[in-house]
């Protein structure tokens, strides 16, 4: 049974850092791609970043980059994304997702949500003064 776990939001001020992580279990981590996505209230979920577990090729929604790193532990089956500079836009409940044999990154766009095989649990994370 595959199963993704996210964890690490919670409440920082503008400007703070987060590391969120993300668990993968059931998987044979190099076959996937991990996936951040997130989702505010009364929004579309969107694409923030991804990681290609085979080859550690990452890419990154414009509105992230250069805030926003995402790394993987192959050894452990984790994905992290460290989220600096954070803003008040950056609220939002975010899940991890894994993408089975991703084709296509090379060309530098990030795959929709509905390219993903399976989701966790999302992770609120909230920017705020």
């Known amino acids: 049974e595959v199963q993704l776990q996210a964890s690490g939001g919670g409440l920082v001020q503008p400007g703070g850092s987060l590391r969120l992580s993300c668990a993968a279990s059931?998987?044979?981590?190099?076959?996937?791609?991990i996936g951040w996505f997130r989702q505010a209230p009364g929004m579309e979920r969107e694409a923030v970043s991804c990681i290609s577990s085979s080859d550690a090729r990452t890419l990154y929604a414009d509105p992230v980059k250069g805030r926003f790193t995402i790394s993987s532990d192959n050894a452990k089956n984790l994905v992290y994304l460290q989220m600096n500079s954070l803003k008040p836009e950056d609220t939002a409940v975010y899940y991890c997702a894994a993408l089975y044999k991703p084709v296509g990154l090379e060309y530098g766009a990030l795959p929709s949500r509905y390219e993903y095989d399976y989701w966790g649990q999302g992770t609120q994370v909230t920017v705020s003064s």
């Open positions: 059931g998987v044979t981590f190099d076959d996937y791609a």
